[in-house]
């Protein structure tokens, strides 16, 4: 079990660039989240796959998001025309389908000037 | 929907000491699950502990406990012979289970723990 890992750990952009993101769950975990955590404030559920079907979407998530899980393995969430209000830590998660657990990674902080 | 309220922005604590963090939450469903995550510094979310709401025994974790009390929507974290470490950010998070396992998360207490 190596935990959940993201990449990359920080990212820098330009405002109107786009970003993208990816997040590695734990091996046998078949659902993943991602969450929007901005500072002061407890994470803010963005979406939801099990396996490769996203089943849940915010209404946080614009439609300059997008996030994929093309073989119910990674996911890559990316965001285009980035703007100054998408600076924040991007969580990712994953759990079990037994386990109520719920376990992240160590999150990529972006920054949009 | 189900919200999740945390009515202490910052605490702080000596250390060896016991602090209680509070936490309330408004749902009107009778199965879930209640969590405890700490946030360091590193800003990695680690599981404390966690409640499922059909369970009456108040959960432990060594020297981290709750108090659940579902009646009135509550479930304040308890942390004893409070240790450095333990500075963090603590989220309290709720879960209805087989609704997509949806994480409702508070704002946060901001816990130091003072030597």
Known sequence: DTGVSQDPRHKITKRGQNV??????????????????????????????????????????????????????????????????DSAMYLCASKGVTNEKLFFGSGTQLSVL | ?????????????QEAETVTLSCTYDTSESNYYLFWYKQPPSRQMILVIRQEAYKQQNATENRFSV???????????????????DTAMYFCAFMKPNTGNQFYFGTGTSLTVIP
């Not at chain 1, 659902?31 to 849940?56: H, I, V």
């Not at chain 1, 946080?60 to 997008?66: E, I, K, T, W």
């Not at chain 2, 108090?67 to 470490?85: C, H, M, R, Y």
């Open chain 1, 20 to 85: 993208t993101f990816r997040c590695d769950p734990i091996s046998e975990h078949n659902r993943l989240y991602w969450y929007r955590q901005t500072l002061g404030q407890g994470p803010e559920f963005l979406t939801y796959f099990q396996n490769e079907a996203q089943l849940e979407k915010s209404r946080l998530l614009s439609d300059r998001f997008s996030a994929e899980r093309p073989k119910g393995s990674f996911s890559t969430l990316e965001i285009q025309r980035t703007e100054q209000g």
């Open chain 2, 1 to 13: 929907a189900q919200t999740v309220t945390q009515s202490q922005p910052e605490m702080s604590v």
């Open chain 2, 67 to 85: 108090n659940f009390q579902k009646a009135a929507k509550s479930f304040s974290l308890k942390i004893s012979d409070s240790q450095l470490g």
